[in-house]
């Protein structure tokens, strides 16, 4: 088992340019999240979704930032035109899903973006 | 609102003493809290839950309600222990709000 794949794991742009993550969570966890983390910072929620429905975007900027869970499997996090401030580290997890009596979630690696 | 308080950024400790990690919440609700560890070059895990109230890798932390906190302690630190811990607040919603983190150094 691989675990939760996120792609790619590091990324550069200039500012104004478009970039995308890729997340593939684990097999049979219905809920995702998309995390954002600054350097110093712990994670912060951008997007949750059980299965294809993003149930919690309320953190999600959404002039800019854009997400995608078609097929309630692997998910898209898109930014569009990136800032300076973007730079940060892009974490996905999933979990078993809503109703479980534990909410342990599994990380990816993360992508780290540099805007430039 | 929620809010996860860890006021410590650093903390260094000498192999074979006790360590403590301190973790204050702020919630309306009933609280599920949680340490994550990050070792270096590995990615976020569960270290563990204060609902399964287990020792894991030594460490243990109680849920004190009244005084908000759920500090991570183990009394013989080890070199493997040296990372980043992130104390996690949960909420019914399957949501996580996470601290600023601790980075903590076992010193040989």
């Known amino acids: 088992e691989a675990g939760v794949v996120q792609s790619p794991r590091y990324k550069i742009i200039e500012k104004k340019q478009p970039v995308a993550f890729w997340c593939n969570p684990i097999?049979?966890?219905?809920?995702l999240y998309w995390y954002l983390q600054n350097l110093g910072q712990g994670p912060e929620l951008l997007i949750r979704?059980?299965?294809?429905?993003?149930?919690?975007d309320s953190q999600l900027p959404k002039d800019r930032f854009s997400a995608e869970r078609l097929k309630g499997v692997d998910s898209t996090l898109k930014i569009q035109p990136a800032e300076l401030g973007d730079s940060a580290v892009y974490l996905c997890?999933?979990?078993?899903?809503?109703?479980?009596?534990?909410?342990?979630?599994?990380f990816g690696p993360g992508t780290r973006l540099t805007v430039l | 609102a929620q809010r996860v308080t860890q006021p410590e950024k650093l903390l260094s400790v000498f192999k074979g003493a006790p360590v403590e990690l301190k973790c204050n919440y702020s919630?309306?609700?009933?609280?599920?809290l949680f340490w994550y560890v990050q070792y270096s070059r590995q990615r976020l895990q569960l270290l563990l839950r204060h609902i399964s109230r287990e020792s894991i890798k030594g460490f243990t932390a109680d849920l004190n309600k009244g005084e908000t906190s759920f500090h991570l302690k183990k009394p013989f630190a080890q070199e493997e222990d040296s990372a980043m811990y992130y104390c996690?607040?949960?909420?019914?919603?399957?949501?996580?709000?996470f601290g600023t983190g601790t980075r903590l150094t076992v010193i040989p």
């Open positions: 979704y059980e299965n294809e429905e993003a149930v919690d």
């Open positions: 997890a999933s979990s078993l899903g809503r109703g479980m009596a534990y909410n342990e979630q599994f």
């Open positions: 097999s049979g966890h219905n809920t």
């Open positions: 919630y309306s609700g009933s609280p599920e």
């Open positions: 996690a607040l949960g909420t019914g919603a399957n949501n996580l709000f």
